[in-house]
C-alpha cells in the first residue's frame, strides 16, 4: 500500500476495515475488500477486520435469523478467503461496545450538513427521506468510530466508501482541532487495483450491489460454477472484438467491467491482460473468464461450506476476536473521554 503523508508517524501502522453482513458477499465485495485485505495481512500492519452487524440494521431491520446466519456466513467467506484469526483480529461490532459508544461523541462532532452530503444517504434514503431511520442518517459516525476506536491509520475499502472515510478524515480533524489535541489519526482510504468498483454484469453504470434486485447482475460467493458461468455467458457486451489497450475501453463500461474483473482474478494488470486478449471476440473471452472466476471462486465457495457446519467455532473465533479489539478500543476510548471531560 502506498504512504499516507498526512499520517502522523506517532501511530503504529494499523488496518481496519469492515463488511456488513446483509445478503450473500458479492464478486465485489471479494476483489474490492476480501482479496485486499488478505494480502495487507501480509505486510507490515497490524489488521483488523470486522462484520458490521449494527450497520446492517439501519437500512431496515433484518430477520433476526437471517442477520445470524449472514455474520456467521460473512465470518466464513472472510476465513476462506485467507484471513487467519492468529493474524489477524476478526470479530463482529456488536460484541465490542466501544464502537456504540465513540459513535455517539463523533455524533456530536459530525454536521448535519456533513450528513446530507453523503450520496450514499441520498442514494439509500432517495425521496422518501423523512421515512429513513436515524440509524441510517448518523451511520458514517458509527463508520468513523469503527476506524478510529483503534487509532486505525489505513482503510482498505471499494471506491464506493470513499467518501465515508473522508468524513471520517473532518471527524479526526474537528475532534483534534477543537480540543487542541493531536490524538485521532487522519485515516487513510486505500483504494487499490483493477477493481475497485466492480459493476453490474447487467448494467456497466450500476455497482454490483448485494442489494440489486436481480440475482443476474451479480456473482455471489455461494454460486456454483454453472451458476457462474450462465451468469457471465448472459453478461452484457457490445458487438466489438476487445481491445488490446486500456484506451479502447474508455467508452465500453460494460467490457472494461469484465476486463477489470479478469485482471483483478488473475492478478494481472489490465494492460497485460489486453495484451493476451486484444482481438478475441466475447465468445471466445467470456468462457476464458468464467473458467478462471471458478477456479478461483470455487475453492472458497467450497471453504465457506465446510466451515458454516461448524457455527460454535465460528462463535469462539469471533468471540476470542472481541476480547482482543476490545483490548484495544477500550483505553482509546477511555482516553477519549477524559479529553472531553468526562469524569472516570
Ligand atoms: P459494504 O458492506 O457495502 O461493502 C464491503 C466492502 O466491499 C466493497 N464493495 C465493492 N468493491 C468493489 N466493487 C463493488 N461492486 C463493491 N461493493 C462493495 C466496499 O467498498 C467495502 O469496502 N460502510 C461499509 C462497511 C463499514 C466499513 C467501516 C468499512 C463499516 N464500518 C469501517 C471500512 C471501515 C459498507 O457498507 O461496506
Excluded at 139 to 145: E, G, R, S, T
Aim: hydrophobic content about 40%; glycine content about 6%.
Amino acid at each position: 500500500m502506498t504512504e499516507g503523508v498526512q499520517t502522523s508517524p506517532a501511530f503504529t501502522k494499523r488496518v481496519f476495515s469492515g463488511i456488513q453482513p446483509t445478503g450473500h458477499l458479492t464478486l465485489g465485495n471479494y476483489l474490492g475488500a476480501l482479496k485486499r485485505f488478505a494480502e495487507v495481512q501480509e505486510q507490515d500492519y497490524e489488521t483488523i477486520f470486522c462484520i458490521v452487524d449494527q450497520h446492517a440494521i439501519t437500512a431496515t431491520l433484518q430477520d433476526p435469523a437471517a442477520l445470524a446466519r449472514a455474520t456467521r456466513e460473512l465470518t466464513a467467506g472472510f476465513i476462506a478467503s485467507g484471513i487467519d484469526p492468529e493474524k489477524s483480529v476478526l470479530f463482529n461490532q456488536s460484541q465490542v461496545a466501544e464502537h456504540a459508544q465513540l459513535a455517539w461523541i463523533f455524533n456530536c462532532v459530525a454536521r448535519m450538513g456533513w450528513m446530507q452530503r453523503m450520496t450514499q444517504w441520498k442514494d439509500k434514503a432517495g425521496k422518501n427521506s423523512q421515512n429513513a431511520s436515524l440509524g441510517l442518517f448518523a451511520y458514517p459516525a458509527l463508520m468513523a468510530a469503527d476506524i478510529l476506536v483503534y487509532h486505525a491509520t489505513h482503510v482498505p475499502v471499494g471506491e464506493d466508501q470513499k467518501q465515508h472515510v473522508e468524513l471520517t478524515r473532518d471527524i479526526a480533524t474537528k475532534f483534534n482541532h477543537d480540543y487542541g489535541v493531536d490524538f485521532f489519526p487522519i485515516a487513510e482510504p486505500v483504494i487499490e487495483g483493477a477493481a475497485t468498483r466492480v459493476m453490474s454484469l447487467r448494467d456497466g453504470s450500476k455497482k454490483m450491489s448485494k442489494s440489486d434486485p436481480s440475482d443476474m447482475s451479480r456473482i455471489n460467493m455461494t454460486d456454483d460454477a454453472d451458476t457462474i458461468a450462465s451468469k457471465i455467458r448472459k453478461a452484457r457486451t457490445d458487438p466489438d472484438a476487445l481491445p488490446s489497450e486500456a484506451k479502447g475501453l474508455e467508452d465500453r463500461a460494460e467490457a472494461r467491467n469484465l476486463v477489470n474483473i479478469y485482471a483483478a482474478l488473475s492478478d494481472q494488470s489490465v494492460e497485460d491482460v489486453l495484451r493476451d486478449v486484444g482481438g478475441k471476440q466475447f465468445s471466445e473471452f467470456k468462457p476464458m473468464l468464467s473458467d478462471l472466476a471458478v477456479a478461483k471462486l470455487s475453492p472458497i465457495s467450497t471453504e465457506m461450506a465446510r466451515l458454516m457446519e461448524h457455527q460454535d467455532e465460528i462463535d469462539t473465533i469471533l468471540r476470542k476476536g472481541a476480547e482482543q479489539a476490545r483490548a484495544i478500543a477500550a483505553p482509546i476510548l477511555s482516553r477519549t473521554y477524559e479529553i472531553i471531560g468526562m469524569v472516570r
